[in-house]
């Protein structure tokens, strides 16, 4: 027998019309590239939203077609999100980290129409122009009075939505239509489409407002640092007016001095980022002695939070809620906020060995991890396995790329993350490596996210990366690369000794080499295949 109720079709343009009719003070401040702070309410974005996706239709844009974006988090892109998907097409958010190679590659791929570029990234259109296709239209998010010179044919933001009226005759989609598009930042191999639909948007909003409870709630100040054009900026776009949060968009300053600014005049009580933003902040907030007014809580994810990090700011009162997720699951798939009972009776210490794991999966999500031959492995904190995913935020195929579809799913429908696992009776998921980063020595493997956790913590160290170098008895031996913070150079022994509280002697780094940067990918994290590279010819001492 079936229920007898109504089926509404979850609609993205949905959630814009239901915050500017029930949360009409909320505000999105953003940095804009003019050099200014912009200001307005959800109700003045829904009458743009409207506004623009009349000059789209104007333009030619259909239902299902392609519309780039290559932009800072700031409101012309969030103002894209919403009119795109609103009226049936696809809003394909571009990295401007990519190389100019795999940008050519995905434009290419995506079969965008149009792209929408902030002024800063009007050089980097220019430099692949002829390689891409003769009919894309440029349209650089500005006004007239701020359009750069340049020999391409541009058109102008604010002169598209000018002469339109705000009034959009807003189409019913099924809830299935495609509605966004986000291509993986990988390494190695051509980037792969992950293609979200109004309803996985909707859904997975829903699971993250839930699942990340008071630090997404109405009256927050969230700043997004993690990009509106990669991984939907954790869905806080959607999640945001959902709930009556204001935003507070911070463009392309993402220092830790320009962020401190900002958070302070804005009020920013929760911030959203990867690990490598808040070490700025945290040496920003060392410099000034005090944390930027309101700041309460922080989120982190998108790469291991490393212990000290977490410890430092739960010490000044900031809470922190480590999550994981990837492209591929919109992008959240576990958040780490300590159950109540935990967290009104563990001590720090007791905290923190559980901050520090990836948090548990947000209603929605199920996580099962398997061995080599593909069996479940029990969710006893012991064993370890690549790590599988099924719910319905989570892509179902690769978009328009059957090959890495079928390397990703397995039989059962499950897709691999290429995650190396393992999950505690009561939930909790600690990530061991990327499957490729994993450190196999004498048949036993080595975590390199458990060394570098470790070294994160000594005060010489300002950030560090644990790889594998070819050995002639133990196949492989990690060795630890170093960017020290300042003069002082760490030494082995030092850094063994801290290690061995954690790891067993034969897990310890065979050495330590200082460099100035380490190579990073599109989405800032530590990029081990170009570090192996170059460390391939390493000598290990003897
Ligand atoms: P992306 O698709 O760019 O978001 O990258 C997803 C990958 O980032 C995951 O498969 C993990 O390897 C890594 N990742 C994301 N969050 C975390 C985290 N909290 N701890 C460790 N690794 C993470």
């Known amino acids: 027998m079936l229920g007898q109720m109504m089926h509404r079709p979850l609609s993205i343009i949905e959630i814009l019309r239901f915050a500017a009719e029930i949360h009409k003070t909320a505000e999105i401040v953003s940095v804009r590239t003019e050099g200014d702070v912009h200001r307005y309410t959800y109700p003045d974005a829904y009458a743009r939203v409207g506004q623009l996706a009349n000059a789209l239709q104007d ?27 609103g009226m049936g097409a ?14 050519v590659y995905i434009i290419q791929h995506a079969e965008d129409r149009v792209i929408f570029v902030d002024t800063t990234f009007v050089p980097v259109i220019a430099a692949i122009r002829d390689q891409l296709p003769s009919d894309l239209k440029i349209i650089v998010m500005t006004d007239e009075d701020h359009m750069p010179e340049s020999d391409l044919p541009l058109g ?3 002169d598209l939505l000018a002469p339109q009226a705000a009034n959009f005759d807003w189409p019913e989609l099924p809830e299935d239509t495609a509605a966004a598009l986000c291509y993986t930042s990988g390494t190695t191999g051509n980037p792969k489409g992950a293609l979200y639909s109004h309803r996985s948007t909707v859904l997975h909003a829903y699971s993250v407002v839930v699942g990340v409870g008071a630090m997404l709630s109405e009256g927050a100040r969230v700043l997004p640092v993690v990009p509106l054009f990669h991984v939907n900026a954790w869905g806080l776009p959607y999640t945001a007016p959902m709930v009556g949060a204001s935003l507070i ?26 690990p490598t933003v808040w070490q700025g902040l ?3 907030i060392a410099n000034q002695g005090r944390n930027p007014d309101g700041f309460n809580s922080v989120v982190v994810g998108g790469s291991a939070a490393p212990r000290s990090m977490i410890e430092g700011f739960e010490k000044s009162g900031v809470s922190v809620c480590h999550a994981w997720g990837m492209t591929e699951m919109s992008p959240i798939g576990t958040q780490g906020n300590l159950p109540v009972s935990v967290a009104a009776s563990a001590t720090l210490e007791e905290r923190l060995d559980l901050q520090q794991l990836q948090g548990r999966r947000v209603h929605g999500v199920e996580l099962k991890i398997v061995d080599e031959d593909g069996v479940p492995q029990p969710h006893d904190g012991e064993a370890v396995g690549e790590l599988y995913v099924r719910g319905n935020n989570v892509i179902s195929g690769y978009f328009n790329n059957e090959e890495a579809t079928a390397d990703a799913m397995d039989a059962d429908g499950w897709f691999g993350t290429g995650d190396i696992a393992s999950i505690s009776t009561d939930g909790y998921l600690m990530i061991q490596d990327r499957a490729k980063d994993l ?6 493997w080595i975590s390199s996210i458990d060394l570098e956790n470790v070294v994160m913590g000594h005060p010489d160290v300002a950030s560090c990366a644990v790889i594998a170098v070819p050995h002639p008895k133990w196949d492989e031996r990690p060795i630890l690369v170093v960017v020290p913070n300042g003069e002082a150079r760490v030494s082995k022994s030092e850094i063994d000794e801290m290690l061995l509280k954690h790891v067993a002697k034969w897990q310890l780094p065979d050495a330590i080499e ?3 940067a380490l190579p990073l990918t599109a989405t800032g994290k530590v990029s081990k295949l170009t570090l192996r590279r170059q460390f391939a010819d390493y000598q290990l001492p003897e």
């Open 156 to 158: 102008c933001y604010e």
């Open 249 to 274: 968009f911070p463009g392309g300053a993402l220092d830790g001095a320009s962020l401190f600014k900002l958070m302070d005049a804005e009020k920013v009580s929760s911030a959203w980022g990867v």
């Open 59 to 85: 333009m030619g844009i259909e239902q299902g077609d392609r519309v780039a974006t290559l932009a800072w988090n700031g409101y012309r892109h969030f103002e894209l999100y919403y009119a795109v998907s």
């Open 282 to 284: 945290a040496g920003e």
């Open 514 to 516: 200082f460099v100035d």
């Open 90 to 103: 696809v809003c394909h958010t571009i990295n401007p980290r990519l190389s100019a190679e795999q940008m």
């Open 439 to 444: 450190i196999k020595s004498g048949g036993e």
